[in-house]
T-cell receptor, first 113, second 111 residues
Framework: AQSVTQLDSQVPVFEEAPVELRCNYSSSVSVYLFWYVQYPNQGLQLLLKYLSGSTLVKGINGFEAEFNKSQTSFHLRKPSVHISDTAEYFCAVSRSNFNKFYFGSGTKLNVKP | EAGVTQSPTHLIKTRGQQATLRCSPISGHTSVYWYQQALGLGLQFLLWYDEGEERNRGNFPPRFSGRQFPNYSSELNVNALELEDSALYLC??????????FGQGTRLTVV
């Protein structure tokens, strides 16, 4: 069975600073990896996904993530955050048949001025 | 193109009542997922429908049920509501490799 661990429940950071949100997964089979963002009082929005190919994936709003198979990680990064990036971020894993997405518990990113 | 739409946006029910939540997927998507987002518990998988059939369900009691209609829209029914059912219920549709696209959710409050 898959499981997804987001190691940090909250990450405070100052505006224009870099940020990394960590995600580790456990799976014995090949998986697809996703990051979603949830702004206050909204649904989830897809940020980026890794299906195959290059391990460095670029998404919307300047975010990128790197798939590391040996460390079973898919950490999300942004070199310079904005106040508008304040949101909750979810890492998710899915197998090829997409019967369900396994979500991490979420990381609240709080960008301070 | 319209996204995933959910109705109602807010729902208040009393304990013991039934709640019905609705979801319309993105046009062309045949899979619909339901998730519960309770305070402090993250996203919990509820149900997956595809092509009108229930394909998988999460670890929830049978009073959580649903169905998918021929036009791929879906209903989630929660019977005998309990206070702890208060949560944001999110619906997502997926065409497969693109990932899941979520609606804005229905906030269910049980009093």
């Amino acid at each position: 069975a898959q499981s997804v661990t987001q190691l940090d429940s909250q990450v405070p950071v100052f505006e224009e600073a870099p940020v990394e949100l960590r995600c580790n997964y456990s799976s014995s089979v090949s998986v697809y990896l996703f990051w979603y963002v949830q702004y206050p009082n909204q649904g989830l929005q897809l940020l980026l996904k890794y299906l195959s190919g290059s391990t460095l994936v670029k998404g919307i709003n300047g975010f990128e993530a790197e798939f590391n198979k040996s460390q079973t990680s898919f950490h999300l990064r942004k070199p310079s955050v904005h106040i508008s990036d304040t949101a909750e971020y979810f890492c998710a894993v899915s197998r090829s048949n997409f019967n369900k997405f396994y979500f991490g518990s979420g990381t609240k990113l709080n960008v301070k001025p | 193109e319209a996204g995933v739409t959910q109705s109602p946006t807010h729902l208040i029910k009393t304990r013991g009542q039934q709640a019905t939540l609705r979801c319309s997927p993105i046009s062309g998507h045949t899979s619909v997922y339901w998730y519960q987002q309770a305070l402090g518990l993250g996203l919990q998988f509820l149900l997956w429908y595809d092509e009108g059939e229930e394909r998988n369900r999460g670890n929830f009691p049978p009073r959580f049920s649903g169905r998918q209609f021929p036009n791929y829209s879906s209903e989630l029914n929660v019977n005998a509501l309990e206070l702890e059912d208060s949560a944001l219920y999110l619906c997502a549709s997926s065409p497969g490799l693109m990932g899941a696209f979520f609606g804005q959710g229905t906030r269910l409050t049980v009093v």
